[in-house]
């Protein structure tokens, strides 16, 4: 069984510029999160999709924002990047049905913002 | 809002010893609390969770407590190896609330 796939696994990009970052879930999982992880700040929460629903979101500015499809895959976008939105952003799934769901990560997206 | 308080943030024991990792959290309705390791480099991954109903669970040298009561949590090492160096992650979640929220993390050190 696959697992959690985020692309691009690294990207560079300038202050100003917008960013999209995709993530396939488990085949079979309908949850996606997704998770900023910096140095000392851990992980994160950024927003939660289920069946193209955002059902929670974190306290991120407006300038994040993510949908997720039909097929569950999800994407991220960052606008009018910031030096500090460099990090990893992480992505999980879960078969988000409720109850105690193990997040199951990706290998993450590496972003650096210059 | 919903947080979670780690400690330590960093920890370094002997080979063979115990590590102890606490965590707080401040929403009572939280129900499942999973504890994640990630290794240099690698995403993090679940070793052990455990649910509200339970006082404590254990998978060979890794153990986990709740008290409910005074909304603690701890994460308990035996027999410290190498290959345990890694940072430790608690999390706490409730179903309604639709998201896991993470404490800051513990850098574990073990020395050989």
């Known amino acids: 069984k696959a697992g959690v796939t985020q692309t691009p696994r690294y990207l560079i990009k300038t202050r100003g510029q917008q960013v999209t970052l995709s993530c396939s879930p488990i085949?079979?999982?309908?949850?996606v999160s997704w998770y900023q992880q910096t140095p000392g700040q851990g992980l994160q929460f950024l927003f939660e999709?289920?069946?193209?629903?955002?059902?929670n979101k974190g306290n991120f500015p407006g300038r994040f924002s993510g949908r997720q499809f039909s097929n569950s895959r999800s994407e991220m976008n960052v606008s009018t990047l910031e030096l500090g939105d460099s990090a990893l952003y992480l992505c999980a799934s879960t078969q988000g049905a409720g109850g105690a769901n193990v997040l199951t990560f990706g290998a993450g997206s590496r972003l650096t913002v210059l | 809002g919903e947080n979670v308080e780690q400690h330590p943030s960093t920890l370094s024991v002997q080979e063979g010893d115990s590590a102890v990792i606490k965590c707080t959290y401040s929403d009572s309705a939280s129900n499942y609390f999973p504890w994640y390791k990630q290794e240099l480099g690698k995403r993090p991954q679940l070793i052990i969770d455990?649910?509200?109903?339970?006082g404590e669970k254990k998978d060979q040298r890794i153990a986990v407590t709740l008290n409910k009561t005074a909304k603690h949590f701890s994460l308990h090492i035996t027999e410290t190896q190498p290959e345990d160096s890694a940072v430790y992650f608690c999390a706490a979640r409730y179903t309604g609330g639709f998201k896991t929220i993470f404490g800051a993390g513990t850098r574990l050190f073990v020395k050989a």
């Open positions: 999709y289920f069946s193209e629903t955002q059902r």
């Open positions: 085949s079979g999982h309908r949850s």
């Open positions: 455990i649910r509200s109903n339970v």
